[in-house]
C-alpha cells in the first residue's frame, strides 16, 4: 500500500451565503435593478446571484462616500481613524476561517492558501495601516500630508479579499473614503467584509461597496465625484483607465500585467530554487500578476533544474480546493481557462515543448493541469504575453548579462527572481533587472511594509510600505500649503 | 579503491566532489519542511501511517542507567508493542549500547523475536571522541555480540576542522568492519554540524564512504531531527538514487515524540524522497516515548476515545 491521503475537506458549514445579494451603500445593504450569477469555479454550483451596478448605484454610493468624508471621516483625528482599522483587523481574524472558506468557494484557490496566506495578510495589512494613521506627518511625506477624499478602486479576482485590504487599508488609513468595485466573479468576500465594517460600527459611507462588470468600474472611473483611483487588473484595462482620466486632476494607481522572469544562475541553491520556481508560477494557479512565468535558466544547469523541476511537480496534488491537502485548485472562470488554453495552443504551434504531469481533473469546473514549456525563445508568444494560469515557459541563457537581457525584454516590469548563492552577484543582478518587486533566493513573498508595484506596463505607483501611503496623500503645496 | 566511482578514496577527490555540490537556502528550505507540516493526514491514511510508523520505530534505550531488566523489557515490547492486539506490527529495531547487545539479542530470540534486529550504537557513542582502533573494537565487540545494525558516529570535531577525509577515512574502516554481517548507520549528530550545508556534505560523504543508513542525531545533542535537517538529508538519498542506482536509508532520531511528530516525518519521505523510502528498510525513527503515543492514537482509532495511559505498557 501507498501513502494516499485521504480527503481532509475544510467544512464549509462555517459560511452562510444568502441567495441574492445587494450593494452596500452608505452602511446598509440595498438591492440593485439587475441580478447576475456567482459560481463555484471547482463545480460550476451557483453560489449566489449578485446586483449588477448601474451608473444611479454607483451616484449613490459616490454621494454617500463624499458625504462620510465631510461630515465624519475628515473630521477624525487619526488616532481614531487608527481605532477602527485596528477593530477591523481583529475581526477579519476572528472570522478568519469563514473567510477562508468564502474566498476558497467563491475564488477556486486551495484552502491551505487562504487559510495561510491570503487572510493572515488581509489582517496583516489593516494592522500595519491602523499603526499608520495617527503617524503621517513621520511618514516623510511633509508635514500634514492631506487625503484627497473619495476613493474609487476597482479590484481583480484573483486575490479577492487581499485585493479589497491593499486598498481600503491605506486609503482609510490616510483619511479617505471608498468606493470598491470588486471582480464581477469573486465578491463575496468583499461583501462579507461590508458586514465587518458594520460589525465594527464603521462610520456609514466611508466604505461603500458596489458589484457589478466591467461596465459598472468604468462608471466609477469616469464619476466626477472620485478624487482618486486605485485599479488592479490587466494592462489593456489599465490603459482604458488613464486615458480616461487623462486632463482631469484625478490621481491613479495602477497595478497591471506581468510576465515575471525567475532566473537561476549556476550557483543557486538547486533544490529551494526549484521550490522558488513551483511557488512563483503555480501559487494561486499561477493567477498572480507578479508570477515568475518565464524560468529563465542558465545553460549549464538547465537540464538539471528541468529535471528535477518535472519530479516536483509530479508531487503537485490538483483537486478539491476545500481539501487542505490542495495545492493547485481551480481555473477561476470559463472565460480564463479558455485564454489559458488558447495560450499554450499557441506554445504547442510556435513548436515549444508542453509537459505537465499525470493528473486526474474533474469533469465539472474548471482546471488546468500544472505544465511547462520548453525550448521557448524570446520570439515564442508564450515568453512574451501574460498566460495568467499555471504554465511556465522555459528559456536559457549563456552569461549573466544574457541573462538579465532577456529578462528585461519585456513591456511589463513587475517583478524579477534571482537565485544564486553568490551575495555579489545577486546585488549586481538586482541592479540591472527593471522589475518593481525583486525576490533573492525566494519568490512570490509578501509583507505589507514592502512597497510593491511596477516599472514600464506593469503600472503606476506604489501599494504597501511608506510609498503605498503616498498614493493616497496630496503633499506639499498640493495639500493646501498646511 | 572506487566508491561508486564518483570519488577514488582520496581527500582531493573527495573535496572536488563535496565542493561542487549545491548549497542550502536555509529559508528555502525551512519553509518548505514548514510547509509539508500542513498536510492533513485524516482516518484511513492516519491508519496505515501510525502501524508504518511503529513496523519504523528503532526502540531505543541509551541511559548509563540500563540494566539487563530493562533491555529485556523493551525487547518484548519490541516484539509486541501492543499484548493485547496482535494486529500490531513489531518495532524496525532495538538499539541499545554496545553491552547490552547480547542480553537483548538473547532475549528477543526467547521470545520469539527473531526477526527484530538489534542495533548497537558504536565508534564511542555519542561524542565519538576516542582513537580508530578503539571504535573499529567497540563496533567489532558488538557485531561480536548479535548486533545487525552499528549506528556509529562521526568525529564531529574532525567534520568541522574541515579534515573530512578523516571522517570519510573512519566510515570506510568502520564500513569494512561491519563487512556482511551488520548494517552501518553514520549518525552526523546535526546539532553540531548546525548548517544545512553541512548537513548536505556530511550525507553525501556518509553514502559515499559505506552508509546504509545516515541518521541525524544521537538524542543527546538538541536540536536533533528537525524536519528541515531530515528534508536536506532526504533530497541527498533521492539524488544519490539518481547517480548511483543505491536506495540509501534515513533515520531521524531525537525529539520525535508524538504521532503527530511521526507523521510529518512520513509525509516529508512520501514528497521528497518518495514513497519507495516508506519502509523500515528505507526509513526508521529513532525513539524511545513515541512508541506508546502510536499506540494511543491507534487505539482511538479503533475505540473513538483515548485511553487511561495506563492501557498501554510502559517500558
Known amino acids: ?482 | 579503491m572506487s566508491f561508486y566511482g564518483l570519488v577514488d578514496g582520496s581527500e582531493k577527490s573527495l573535496l572536488n566532489f563535496l565542493n561542487q555540490l549545491s548549497g542550502v537556502d536555509q529559508v528555502g528550505a525551512e519553509s518548505r519542511a514548514a510547509m509539508l507540516a500542513t498536510r492533513s493526514i485524516k482516518t484511513t491514511s492516519k491508519r496505515w501511517a501510525i502501524d508504518t510508523a511503529i513496523s519504523m520505530v528503532d526502540l531505543t534505550t541509551l541511559e548509563g542507567a540500563d540494566t539487563p531488566g530493562k533491555v529485556k523489557a523493551l525487547c518484548s515490547k519490541a516484539v509486541r508493542p501492543d499484548p493485547t492486539d496482535s494486529t500490531v506490527p513489531s518495532v524496525g529495531a532495538i538499539c541499545v549500547y554496545n553491552d547490552m547487545v547480547s542480553i537483548a539479542r538473547t532475549h528477543l530470540d526467547s521470545i520469539g523475536g527473531e526477526k527484530v534486529p538489534v542495533a548497537a550504537v558504536s565508534t564511542a557513542f555519542p561524542s565519538g571522541r576516542a582513537s580508530m582502533d578503539v571504535k573499529i573494537r567497540d563496533t567489532q565487540d558488538a557485531i561480536d555480540a548479535g548486533a545487525a545494525e552499528i549506528d556509529m558516529v562521526i568525529d564531529r570535531g574532525a567534520f568541522l576542522s574541515g579534515k573530512l577525509g578523516l571522517v570519510f577515512d573512519e566510515i570506510v574502516k568502520i564500513r569494512q568492519v561491519c563487512g556482511e554481517k551488520a548494517h552501518l548507520k553514520v549518525i552526523f549528530e546535526t546539532g553540531e554540524l548546525v548548517t544545512y550545508d553541512n548537513v548536505r556534505k556530511a550525507s553525501y560523504l556518509a553514502m559515499l564512504a559505506g552508509a546504509d543508513f545516515i541518521k541525524t542525531s544521537t538524542g543527546k545533542v538538541a536540536p536533533a531531527a528537525t524536519p528541515p535537517v531530515v528534508l536536506v538529508m532526504l533530497e541527498a538519498v533521492r539524488d544519490f538514487y539518481s547517480l548511483t542506482g543505491r536506495r540509501i536509508g534515513v533515520k531521524p532520531a531525537g525529539g520525535i515524540r508524538t504521532t503527530k511528530d511521526a507523521i510529518k516525518q512520513l509525509v516529508l519521505v512520501n514528497e521528497t524522497a518518495g514513497p519507495e523510502w516508506l519502509t523500515p528498510e528505507l526509513f526508521r525513527i529513532g525513539a524511545s516515548a513515541l512508541l506508546n503515543d502510536l499506540l494511543m492514537q491507534r487505539m482511538k482509532m479503533d475505540d473513538g476515545y483515548y485511553a487511561s495511559p495506563n492501557y498501554v505498557t510502559i517500558d
Open chain 1, 1 to 482: 500500500m501507498t501513502f494516499e491521503y485521504a480527503p481532509a475537506l475544510e467544512p464549509r458549514a462555517i459560511v452562510t451565503i444568502k441567495p441574492k445579494y445587494g450593494h452596500f451603500i452608505n452602511g446598509s445593504f440595498v438591492s440593485g435593478k439587475r441580478h447576475f450569477p456567482t459560481i463555484n469555479p471547482a463545480t460550476e454550483e451557483i453560489l449566489s446571484h449578485l446586483s449588477l451596478g448601474s451608473a444611479s448605484d454607483i451616484d449613490k454610493a459616490v454621494a454617500a462616500a463624499q458625504k462620510a468624508y465631510t461630515k465624519t471621516w475628515s473630521k477624525l483625528s487619526g488616532k481614531e481613524r487608527g481605532k477602527y482599522l485596528y477593530r477591523i483587523a481583529r475581526i477579519l481574524q476572528e472570522r478568519a476561517r469563514e473567510f477562508a472558506v468564502l474566498e476558497t468557494l467563491d475564488n477556486g484557490k486551495p484552502i491551505r492558501e487562504t487559510r495561510d496566506i491570503d487572510i493572515p495578510l488581509v489582517a496583516a495589512h489593516f494592522f500595519y495601516h491602523a499603526g499608520w494613521a495617527d503617524k503621517l506627518d513621520y511618514a516623510g511625506l511633509g508635514h500634514s500630508p492631506q487625503p484627497y477624499g473619495v476613493a474609487g478602486q476597482i479590484i481583480p479576482w484573483n486575490f479577492p479579499l487581499l485585493m479589497l485590504a491593499w486598498k481600503v487599508a491605506p486609503a482609510l488609513a490616510t483619511g479617505n473614503t471608498v468606493v470598491l468595485k470588486p471582480a464581477e466573479t469573486t465578491s463575496l468576500t468583499a461583501l462579507l467584509f461590508a458586514e465587518v465594517c458594520q460589525q465594527a460600527e464603521l462610520p456609514d459611507g466611508v466604505v461603500n461597496i458596489v458589484t457589478g462588470d466591467g461596465s459598472t468600474g468604468a462608471t466609477l472611473v469616469n464619476h466626477p465625484g472620485v478624487h482618486k483611483i486605485a485599479f488592479t487588473g490587466s494592462t489593456e484595462v489599465g490603459k482604458k483607465i488613464a486615458r480616461a482620466i487623462a486632463a482631469t486632476d484625478k490621481k491613479a494607481t495602477l497595478e497591471l500585467g506581468g510576465k515575471g522572469a525567475n532566473i537561476v544562475f549556476d550557483d543557486a541553491p538547486v533544490d529551494e530554487a526549484v521550490e522558488g520556481i513551483v511557488n512563483g508560477i503555480f501559487f494561486n494557479q499561477g493567477h498572480v500578476c507578479c508570477a515568475g512565468s518565464r524560468l529563465i535558466l542558465q545553460e549549464s544547469i538547465a537540464e538539471e533544474i528541468i529535471e528535477k523541476l518535472k519530479v516536483r511537480m509530479a508531487k503537485i496534488r490538483v483537486g478539491d480546493p476545500l481539501d487542505k491537502n490542495t495545492d493547485l485548485g481551480a481555473i477561476n472562470s470559463r472565460e480564463q481557462l479558455t485564454k489559458i488554453q488558447e495560450l499554450a495552443a499557441i506554445g504547442d504551434a510556435e513548436g515549444a515543448q508542453r509537459w505537465s504531469p499525470q493528473c486526474n481533473l474533474s469533469d465539472k469546473g474548471y482546471w488546468f493541469a500544472p505544465t511547462i514549456f520548453t525550448g521557448v525563445t524570446q520570439a515564442h508568444r508564450i515568453a512574451q504575453e501574460e498566460i495568467f494560469g499555471p504554465v511556465l515557459s522555459v528559456l536559457t541563457f549563456r552569461t549573466p548579462q544574457e541573462g538579465i537581457d532577456k529578462a528585461n525584454n519585456t513591456p511589463f516590469g513587475l517583478s524579477a527572481g534571482i537565485w544564486s548563492e553568490k551575495g555579489s552577484r545577486t546585488l549586481w543582478a538586482s541592479q540591472q533587472l527593471r522589475a518593481g518587486v525583486i525576490w533573492a533566493n525566494t519568490f512570490n513573498k509578501f509583507d505589507p511594509t514592502s512597497p510593491f508595484g511596477g516599472y514600464k506596463e506593469s503600472g503606476w505607483g506604489r501599494e504597501g510600505g511608506k510609498h503605498g501611503l503616498a498614493a493616497y496623500l496630496k503633499t506639499g503645496r498640493e495639500s493646501g500649503g498646511k
